[in-house]
């Protein structure tokens, strides 16, 4: 017991829970509006984190940022976090994040659900904290080690990425390697390299888990991505809302529930037909800020004080920026 609590104090360093911003690090004048109660800034109250800086007029939510590699699932915060999750509701689930499309207003932004894959040994709870139209309302995409770097990638490959080297060694620009021998090929830290050593995590391990807990398939058998077998949408556990700073007012009040549209799905396996991602727990890691870290892809009334857009993080990683605001002076 000792040893995981040290492990979640480990990986929680740049995830100190239940601190309170005061957007005074956006005041740059002396008539600034930042100590009234944050002015007219959207996100008062957010967890403190680093200020964005040489991005011009820039800043908060409105700043080009990356992903967090601690949403990885698999990270070591989200093992120590399963655990202490899984002791006190007696349950036993894996905890992730990723893309989901709904007909919500938020497009599913922020919801956490249920999720039965087959030939995965637990359920997991995702957060959705990222979106698009090529995500369907039956799949889910999550972040996994190495899970494909995709159009909009930030991870390797040129100067101003995560990770250093070409994306030579990353396999498939969508899924990226095709087998557990592969991720030893990929560089194991960021090129600012010491908050990931620091929590314990490194990309090779991280892709490795993916494989080993049946997140992604390798050949010979087809195809690479299992299918889900029933989503339910339930309350986001509170270590999820703490990676991701992204809650919801309208949560359920459980962590099971009905089953979404077309679940229990008992008849459709994923890629029955090669390009019908319908019920594919397919994956991602493109190190790309998420569209839930966009103050204008969320709304004020569907989120929670201080907790309405994801905090996204550094080029290390594991660094959160802080999204309080979105202009200097809080006078947005």
């Known amino acids: 017991m000792k040893t995981i609590l040290l492990v979640m104090a480990a990986a929680s360093q740049h995830l100190a829970a239940g601190q309170m911003g005061n ?44 992903a967090c590699m601690d949403w990885t699932f698999g990270s070591t915060y ?24 709904s007909d ?9 659900l249920r999720l039965a894959v087959e030939g995965v040994d637990r359920d997991i709870i995702v957060q959705s904290i990222n979106t698009g139209g090529d995500v ?3 799949q889910f995409d999550m972040q996994v080690g190495d899970g494909g770097f995709g159009a909009n990638n930030k991870c390797a490959g040129g100067s101003g990425k995560m990770y250093p080297g070409t994306t030579a060694t990353w396999g498939h620009e969508y899924g990226g390697v095709d087998n557990r021998s592969a991720c030893s090929g990929l560089p194991k830290y960021p090129v600012i390299s010491g908050p990931m050593k620091a929590a314990g995590d490194d990309l090779v391990t991280l ?23 029933n989503m339910k949408r339930v309350r986001c ?14 949560d359920p009040a459980g962590y099971d529930g009905p089953s979404l549209p077309g679940f229990p799905n008992t008849a459709v396996s994923c890629q029955s037909s090669p390009w019908d991602l319908s019920f594919c727990l397919t994956r991602m890691m493109d190190c790309c800020k998420p569209s839930g870290a966009w103050k204008d892809n969320v709304r004020s009334s569907l989120t ?29």
């Open 136 to 138: 369907q309302g039956n």
């Open 104 to 112: 919500d207003p938020m497009s599913g932004l922020g919801m956490c």
């Open 23 to 66: 957007c005074s690090v956006y005041t740059v004048d002396a008539s600034s509006k930042c100590s009234d109660a944050c002015g007219e800034c959207f996100n008062p109250g957010g967890r403190p984190g680093q200020l964005c800086r040489d991005q011009g007029s820039k800043s908060g939510y409105y700043c080009e940022a990356f």
């Open 237 to 250: 556990p509170p270590a999820l809302v703490n990676a991701t700073y992204l809650e919801r007012t309208d």
């Open 207 to 229: 892709c490795q888990y993916s494989f080993d807990k049946n997140a992604r398939i390798q050949p010979p058998s087809q195809p690479s991505n299992p299918t889900i077998r």
């Open 78 to 101: 989200m093992r120590a976090a399963e655990h202490e999750f899984n002791k006190t509701e007696n349950l036993s689930v894996y905890f992730g994040v990723g893309s989901f499309g």
């Open 304 to 332: 929670k004080p201080g907790k309405k857009v994801v905090q996204p993080c550094t080029s290390d990683g594991y660094t959160r920026y802080d999204v309080q605001c979105g202009c200097m002076d809080c006078e947005c």
